[in-house]
C-alpha cells in the first residue's frame, strides 16, 4: 500500500453492501448475515486480504456483519473502515472533530469485533474543523494503538498535502492510503490526485470502479433502469450518459474478443493504474463476485488499453495544460535519448 511494507491484494472487498437501511443505502445495501459469510470466504479463498467499510454503512451494520462474517480470520486480513459522516442526530456526532474521530474509533472497534483497525480513513472534507485537530486525533488513535495507517477519502489533492506538512512537521502519523472514486467514465482523479499520492508515496483505494454498475452494461440505452440496481436508488456519480453508453460499447468489444465481460474489461484497466494499489469490489450476489474476480487474470492488450485510454481520456485543466505546453523541448529531448 503505497510507500509502506503492508502488502495488501490488487482487489478489496467492500462491504456497503452488508445489511439494509431505508434511504440512499437501499438500492445497494441487500446483504444479509449468511450471504455475508459467503462472500467473505469467497473473497479470502481467492486470495483477497483487504476488507473495506464505514461506520456510515446501513448504521454499523456493515462493520458488525464484517467483523462476524471475519471471524477468527481476522488476524490473517486487512480492514479499512472510515469516519466523517453523521452517526446520528446531535450535532457532534459527524464531522472530523476530535470528539468524533475517537468515538467513531471505538464504535467501530466494537462492531469490527477488533482492537485494532489496519487502516483509518476520514470519509469526506470538513470545512468546520481545523486540518490540525483532525490529524492530530488520528495520530494520538495510532499513538493508542487502535490504528495502524491513516488516509483520506474524497479529499482534493490541496487539502491532503495541506494535511501531509502539519504531520510531518509535528511528526505525525503520515497519510499513506487515498480511497477515491476512479473510473473509465470518472478519470478526474488524474488530474490533480494521482500526480500528488504518486509523489507522497500514497496507494489509491478504487471505490466504485464500475462507476455504481454502470459500466458492467446492464444499464442500456433501451433500458436505462437495467435490473433495478443501485443506480435506480444510489445515483451519484457525474457523467456523460451518451459517452458512457460508448465506453461500454467498447468494453463489449474487447470483452467479446478475451472471452470476458464488460466489468472484467473495465477493473482489469484500472488495475493497470501506476497510483493503483487496490480496486474495490462489491456484490449483493455470489456471481457478482465471481465476475469481478475473474479481472485480475485478465491481461488487456496494449491497444485495447490504448484505445480505453483515448476514449476516455479527461479533457486537460489549466494549469496543467500550460505547463504541459511550455515544457523546454531541447531538455525533454536530451533526458529522453538518455534514458
Not at 469485533?113 to 495510532?142: K, M, S
Not at 473509465?184 to 462507476?211: C, K, M, T
Not at 474487447?254 to 470476458?260: M, S
Request: hydrophobic residues 40%; glycine residues 10%.
Amino acid at each position: 500500500m503505497g510507500d509502506t511494507g503492508l502488502v495488501v491484494s490488487r482487489l478489496a472487498f467492500g462491504a456497503m453492501t452488508f445489511g439494509s437501511s431505508p434511504g440512499i443505502f437501499a438500492s445497494v445495501s441487500k446483504v444479509g448475515p449468511d450471504l455475508a459469510g459467503q462472500l467473505v470466504s469467497k473473497a479470502i479463498d481467492a486470495g483477497i486480504n483487504f476488507f473495506n467499510s464505514a461506520d456510515v454503512y446501513t448504521g454499523g451494520q456493515s462493520e458488525q456483519m464484517l467483523g462476524k462474517a471475519l471471524g477468527a480470520r481476522r488476524k490473517d486480513v486487512v480492514i479499512a473502515t472510515k469516519v466523517g459522516f453523521r452517526s446520528s442526530p446531535a450535532l457532534v456526532h459527524q464531522g472530523l472533530s476530535r470528539h468524533h474521530i475517537m468515538e467513531s474509533c471505538e464504535g467501530s472497534l466494537q462492531r469490527l469485533g477488533t482492537d485494532y483497525i489496519d487502516v483509518y480513513l476520514v470519509h469526506r472534507f470538513d470545512q468546520y474543523t481545523p486540518i490540525e485537530e483532525t490529524v492530530e486525533a488520528l495520530d494520538a488513535l495510532v499513538k493508542q494503538g487502535k490504528v495502524r495507517y491513516v488516509g483520506f477519502s474524497n479529499w482534493p489533492a490541496w487539502l491532503a498535502a495541506t494535511a501531509i506538512g502539519i504531520q510531518n512537521k509535528n511528526t505525525f502519523a503520515r497519510f499513506r492510503a487515498a480511497e477515491m472514486y476512479y473510473s473509465l467514465v470518472g478519470r478526474d482523479l488524474e488530474h490533480e490526485v494521482v500526480p500528488f499520492a504518486e509523489h507522497s508515496g500514497i496507494g489509491v483505494l478504487v471505490w466504485s470502479p464500475l462507476a455504481g454498475g454502470f459500466l458492467t452494461g446492464k444499464y442500456t440505452r433501451e433500458n436505462p433502469k437495467g435490473d433495478g440496481g443501485r443506480l435506480t436508488g444510489f445515483d451519484m456519480l457525474p457523467y456523460d450518459r451518451g459517452k458512457g453508453h460508448q465506453v461500454v460499447d467498447k468494453l463489449r468489444a474487447i470483452a467479446q474478443g478475451l472471452n470476458a465481460t464488460p466489468a472484467q474489461v473495465a477493473l482489469a484497466w484500472l488495475l493497470t493504474r501506476r497510483s493503483v494499489c487496490s480496486v474495490l469490489v462489491g456484490a449483493n450476489k455470489m456471481e457478482q463476485l465471481e465476475d469481478n474476480l475473474g479481472a485480475v487474470k485478465l491481461h488487456l492488450t496494449e491497444q485495447d488499453l490504448r484505445e480505453l485510454d483515448e476514449l476516455t481520456a479527461p479533457a486537460p485543466i489549466y494549469p496543467n495544460w500550460f505547463s504541459t505546453r511550455v515544457v523546454d523541448q531541447p531538455v525533454k529531448d536530451a533526458l529522453a535519448a538518455k534514458a
